[in-house]
């Protein structure tokens, strides 16, 4: 083709949720519930954490990251999608577009390595409760949690390198609410078909390789427990299955996306509002409902500032 004759794509069309206008704002309202609810909710665990004392050990540090990066990811896209339903015009410069495909897998990338180094507290803090403090130790934690940024801007990277030099120049409508990676390299003017099996392949090893670190700690947990009083086994039974909910939700929607055909367009948009928009809202639900230090942080936070109790 003549290079002359091509036309640069400098603009994507997002193809959110369609619908008639009193749809769209039944979306709107939705929406925007969801993300205030999530910012509150997560922020508030993110200001508990950080103003109680008690709650200044390695799990709730850990926790108040992994709240932090919810809202991260969920800002990433929720408010345009909020905005697009009052608007017929959906679109996102190709820059936006390259700028949220990258963003989107730091955060999703680092959340992956964040669960997996919550696993290993626990495993930590229930297999080897003697040498918990030394292990555990800040500086570990905050290691933790800056080589899960690492490695969430290296896969990202490795998933940029895959789309940025690209020939777009014809069609350029995403069926989605976002830049969803997949979704954007199909509309390339050339074959991507060996480039879609690398995606995938590069994508798989990040999140096979987590997901099995995460598998290997809780068995170890399992096992551990097993020769433990009742007592312990019950604490471990509650601690496990509040993280085992929140891998569930967050791996479950992303194999499901990578596993099923990108052409499905209708169960990409469901299952990319699973991970992006109700993950985040349930995290601090699962992680904070059964868990009597946190409740009672925030009762004492509350007490703290005034608010009365409603009964």
Same mark, same amino acid.
């Given at each position: 083709?003549?290079?002359?004759n091509i036309s640069k794509v400098t603009e994507f069309v997002l193809h959110s949720?369609?619908?008639?206008?009193?749809?769209?704002?039944?979306?709107?309202?939705?929406?925007?519930?969801?993300? @205030?609810?999530?910012?509150?909710?997560?922020?508030?665990?993110?200001?508990?954490?950080?103003?109680?004392?008690?709650?200044?050990?390695?799990?709730?540090?850990?926790?108040?990251?992994?709240?932090?990066?919810?809202?991260?990811?969920?800002?990433?896209?929720?408010?345009?999608?909020?905005?697009?339903?009052?608007?017929?015009?959906?679109?996102?410069?190709?820059?936006?577009?390259?700028?949220?495909?990258?963003?989107?897998?730091?955060?999703?990338?680092?959340?992956?390595?964040?669960?997996?180094?919550?696993?290993?507290?626990?495993?930590?803090?229930?297999?080897?409760?003697?040498?918990?403090?030394?292990?555990?130790?800040?500086?570990? %934690?905050? =290691?933790?949690?800056?080589?899960?940024?690492?490695?969430?801007?290296?896969?990202?990277?490795?998933?940029? @390198?895959?789309?940025?030099?690209?020939?777009?120049? =014809?069609?350029?409508?995403?069926?989605?609410?976002? %830049?969803?990676?997949?979704?954007?390299?199909?509309?390339? %003017?050339?074959?991507?078909?060996?480039?879609?099996?690398?995606? @995938?392949?590069?994508? =798989?090893?990040?999140?096979?390789?987590?997901?099995?670190?995460?598998?290997?700690?809780?068995?170890?947990i399992l096992i551990t427990v097993r020769h433990q009083s009742s007592a312990g086994?019950?604490?471990?039974?509650?601690?496990?299955?509040?993280?085992?909910? @929140?891998?569930?939700?967050?791996?479950?929607? %992303?194999?499901?996306?990578?596993?099923?055909?990108?052409?499905?367009?209708?169960?990409?948009? /469901?299952?990319?509002?699973?991970?992006?928009?109700?993950?985040?809202?349930?995290?601090?639900?699962?992680?904070?409902?059964?868990?009597?230090?946190? /409740?009672?942080?925030?009762?004492?936070?509350?007490?703290?500032?005034?608010?009365?109790n409603i009964s």
């Amino acid at each position: 083709m003549d290079q002359a004759n091509i036309s640069k794509v400098t603009e994507f069309v997002l193809h959110s949720f369609s619908g008639p206008p009193e749809l769209q704002l039944f979306f709107f309202a939705l929406f925007t519930l969801l993300y @205030v609810s999530i910012v509150l909710g997560n922020f508030l665990i993110v200001f508990t954490v950080f103003s109680e004392p008690a709650l200044h050990t390695p799990m709730y540090f850990l926790l108040s990251n992994l709240s932090f990066l919810d809202v991260c990811l969920c800002t990433l896209v929720t408010p345009k999608m909020i905005v697009d339903f009052l608007t017929d015009h959906k679109t996102i410069s190709f820059e936006g577009c390259m700028a949220q495909v990258f963003i989107m897998h730091v955060f999703a990338g680092g959340e992956m390595m964040l669960l997996v180094a919550m696993a290993y507290d626990r495993y930590v803090a229930i297999c080897r409760p003697l040498h918990y403090a030394a292990i555990m130790s800040l500086h570990k %934690c905050i =290691g933790l949690v800056v080589g899960s940024w690492i490695i969430g801007v290296l896969h990202s990277i490795s998933q940029l @390198v895959f789309i940025v030099n690209l020939p777009f120049c =014809g069609p350029n409508a995403v069926e989605n609410f976002f %830049c969803d990676l997949p979704l954007v390299i199909k509309l390339a %003017c050339t074959n991507t078909d060996i480039l879609e099996k690398l995606m @995938v392949s590069d994508s =798989g090893i990040l999140g096979m390789s987590s997901f099995v670190l995460l598998l290997v700690s809780y068995m170890a947990i399992l096992i551990t427990v097993r020769h433990q009083s009742s007592a312990g086994i019950g604490k471990a039974r509650a601690t496990l299955s509040a993280h085992i909910t @929140v891998v569930i939700l967050f791996y479950g929607p %992303c194999l499901l996306i990578y596993a099923s055909p990108f052409n499905n367009f209708l169960l990409n948009k /469901i299952l990319s509002v699973f991970y992006t928009v109700l993950t985040p809202i349930l995290n601090p639900l699962i992680y904070t409902l059964r868990n009597k230090e946190v /409740i009672l942080a925030m009762q004492k936070l509350r007490k703290l500032l005034l608010i009365p109790n409603i009964s």
